[in-house]
């Protein structure tokens, strides 16, 4: 045996033209090498289609891998599950598994989490016009339309009526996934909130980043738009050059002010819902995501997704990143990371 601070930490991606870069690594990476360069050294990368990955002195395995894993990538699927087994016969830890990352298409990951009795928004697989009419019929109330596997956004519908779903089932590219929305705004509204607060007048979407029982938070965005996301986000409004033509001139910098401020306050806050995203992600068999949900009026959450392959833009390249501090907000998320990973690994090494 020797001290885990010799031993390697492998890194599994996609080999070129087998699956998305790693949005976030070259970010952190660049980081660490910056705080830790003698940890920074310890990570090796292994891309997949290299051939047989050596894990002689590697003291932890870390999968980082588009997901879900076996829907969209399955020869790097059957890899990485050969990678994970040859680990565990030389009990070497493992983050986020081939198996746990299967478990993230949207219909699978609600069912999980149902089952697990965890807020979030009900899914139903659809694979023809006819299982999208009766999922929507089900679910009796406002629902979107959108892949099964994807995180993006694009090609996202929103049914409101029979006839939104009828035209949704005429057009929609199969199999995809109906998932039955809550609006939150409206429940701050019933709830009898100040109508002027921002959740009252606004959509939003919290972002969390979870590495097993440690959670911090990341960003808060508003939209007048139910599905809520950075391109639609009243940041990126903000953003525009006659927006901040018109603040400079004196309009509008009440509203500006204050989404700032609340983006600022969440991510210095204490998340009372920790417990909640932590098990979360643990429920899907994974070590670390990001988690996406909203904030209902008496403080619980109701999650929309995780995303254990989440971009996290350098702190220069976030949006209104003067005004958002973040730079520093950036760097102190990657040095969490960090710290976590270095948590992960064992003191001892074979």
């Known amino acids: 045996m020797h001290l885990a601070n010799s031993g390697k930490i492998l890194v599994v991606v996609h080999g070129p033209g087998r699956g998305r870069d790693v949005p976030t690594g070259r970010v952190f990476l660049s980081r660490l090498r910056e705080t830790d360069p003698q940890f920074a050294r310890r990570l090796s990368v292994h891309a997949t289609g290299s051939g047989p990955a050596d894990l002689s002195g590697v003291a932890l395995v870390l ?30 830890p493992l983050l986020n598994p081939p198996e746990g990352l299967s478990n993230t298409s949207k219909a699978a990951q609600a069912a999980i989490w149902a089952g697990a009795g965890i807020p979030s928004a009900a899914a139903r697989l659809v694979n023809s016009a006819d299982e999208l009419l009766s999922a929507y019929d089900k679910f009796n109330g406002d629902c979107l339309v959108r892949s099964n596997v994807e995180h993006t956004q694009r090609d996202v519908s929103i049914l409101r009526s029979a006839r939104d779903a009828h035209e949704a089932s005429a057009n929609c590219a199969f199999p995809a996934v109906v998932i039955r929305l809550h609006d939150v705004r409206r429940e701050y509204r019933a709830a009898g909130e100040d109508p002027h607060s921002l959740y009252a007048r606004f959509h939003h979407k919290a972002r969390a980043f979870v590495f ?19 391109d639609n986000s009243l940041f990126a409004r903000e953003a525009r050059p006659r927006r901040r033509m018109a603040r400079a001139c004196g309009f509008r910098r009440d509203l500006f002010q204050e989404i700032i401020d609340e983006d600022l306050r969440y991510f210095g806050s204490n998340l009372s819902c920790k417990p909640v995203l932590s098990r979360a992600v643990r429920e899907l068999g994974l070590d670390f995501a990001a988690v996406d949900y909203s904030i209902r009026p008496d403080g619980s959450p109701i999650l929309w997704e ?25 760097n102190q998320s990657l040095d969490w990371m960090a710290e976590q990973l270095r948590a992960a690994v064992p003191e001892l090494v074979a």
């Open 212 to 230: 097993r029982d440690k959670v911090i938070p990341s960003h808060l965005f508003f939209s007048r738009s139910m599905i809520v996301g950075l």
């Open 306 to 330: 995780a995303n254990p392959y989440f971009y996290l833009p350098a702190g220069q390249a976030s949006v209104l990143s003067t005004e958002r501090h973040a730079v520093e907000r950036v």
């Open 63 to 92: 999968f980082w891998l588009g997901d879900p894993l076996h829907l969209k990538y399955p020869e790097c699927y059957a890899e990485a599950a050969a990678i994970a087994d040859a680990a565990r016969e030389r009990r070497i």
